[in-house]
């Protein structure tokens, strides 16, 4: 069973600082990592999807890593901004399984 | 915008009521998921329906069920609700299957409040 942790849960920064928020996972069998982006009460917002055979991506501001072999994936924000405040959440697709798995998410505020 | 439009926004509903909560998924998906999302988590998977039929189902009970149309449209209907029903519900559309890799779009969500 792939489980999902996001540690910080909560993350407080000042804006323009470089920031990462950490995903972690259990089953490397995955075939994508998507990260989202959460505004409070709203739906979520694709921000960057990783396939099981790429290592990273990029969007603007925006930088997500996938390791496979040790759990991990990571999202950079460069040059933060109060824009960015919201919860972040990563989700992974496991082989033979049709869902995406969530973890918790990182809750993001940029102090301005 | 992902193209994918869910309705209504929010809905207030009494505990034993029926409710349908619906999607409009991006044209030519064929594809849709269905999430539960309570608050403070991460979404949890309820199911899939791949070309109007099941494809998958998460762990919630048969009061759960749902119905994807040729057009593009779904339902996620709920009997007998239940205060812990409260939650946003969120579809997510997508070209394929979740087992190709394919991104999933998800729709800004419907909240549902159970008193």
């Known amino acids: 069973k792939q489980e999902v942790t996001q540690i910080p849960a909560a993350l407080s920064v000042p804006e323009g600082e470089n920031l990462v928020l950490n995903c972690s996972f259990t089953?490397?069998?995955?075939?994508?990592l998507q990260w989202f982006r959460q505004d409070p009460g709203k739906g979520l917002t694709s921000l960057l999807l990783i396939q099981s055979s790429q290592r990273e991506q990029t969007s603007g501001r925006l930088n997500a890593s996938l390791d496979k072999s040790s759990g991990r994936s990571t999202l950079y924000i460069a040059a933060s901004q109060p824009g960015d405040s919201a919860t972040y959440l990563c989700?992974?697709?496991?082989?033979?399984?049709?869902?995406?798995?969530f973890g918790t998410g990182t809750r993001l505020t940029i102090i301005p | 915008e992902t193209g994918v439009t869910q309705s209504p926004t929010h809905l207030i509903k009494t505990r034993g009521q029926q409710v349908t909560l619906r999607c409009s998924s991006q044209?030519?998906?064929?594809?849709v998921s269905w999430y539960q999302q309570a608050l403070g988590q991460g979404p949890q998977f309820i199911f899939q329906y791949y070309r109007e039929e099941e494809n998958g189902r998460g762990n919630f009970p048969p009061r759960f069920s749902g119905l994807q149309f040729p057009n593009y449209s779904s339902e996620l209907n709920v009997n007998a609700l239940e205060l812990d029903d409260s939650a946003l519900y969120l579809c997510a559309s997508s070209l394929d299957t979740g087992g190709s890799g394919v991104e999933q779009f998800f729709g800004p969500g419907t909240r549902l409040t159970v008193l």
């Open positions: 989700a992974l697709g496991t082989f033979g399984n049709e869902k995406l798995t």
């Open positions: 089953d490397s069998a995955i075939y994508n």
């Open positions: 044209s030519g998906h064929n594809t």
